[in-house]
């Protein structure tokens, strides 16, 4: 059964940057496109960020373009995002997810229960 958890969030300073992990299970990695979503307290979930399992073509949402940046390990089975210059707008929910396609963008029809990522001085 396909299975994501996401881990590394935390308290973090404005411009401070921050790791996060998608660990997967249930399914072979490489073959499935995994999608970064956020959701902060009273508004909707938004895509973040998205890398394909084809060919590793990464898509970024415009407000963190230039500071996120995904990647991802097949032989740990573990997605990463990369976030730098981490302002106080990106505080959220950060969730990873998958729709069992092999390319970007991808509908969250699995997903983990997220990881807190706060941003505050």
């Known amino acids: 059964q396909v299975q994501l958890v996401e881990s590394g969030g935390g308290l973090v300073q404005p411009g401070g940057p921050l790791r996060l992990s998608c660990a997967a299970s249930?399914?072979?990695?490489?073959?499935?496109?995994i999608g970064w979503f956020r959701q902060a307290p009273g508004k909707e979930r938004e895509g973040v960020s998205c890398?394909?399992?084809?060919?590793?073509?990464?898509y970024y949402a415009d407000s963190v373009k230039g500071r996120f940046a995904m990647s991802r390990d097949n032989a740990k089975s573990t997605v990463y995002l990369q976030m730098n210059n981490l302002k106080p707008e990106d505080t959220a929910v950060y969730y990873c997810?998958?729709?069992?396609?092999?390319?970007?963008?991808?509908?969250?029809?699995?997903w983990g229960r997220g990881t807190q990522v706060t941003v505050s001085s």
């Open positions: 997810a998958t729709d069992q396609s092999g390319s970007c963008p991808v509908q969250d029809d699995y």
């Open positions: 890398i394909s399992s084809s060919d590793g073509s990464t």
């Open positions: 249930g399914f072979t990695l490489d073959y499935y496109a």
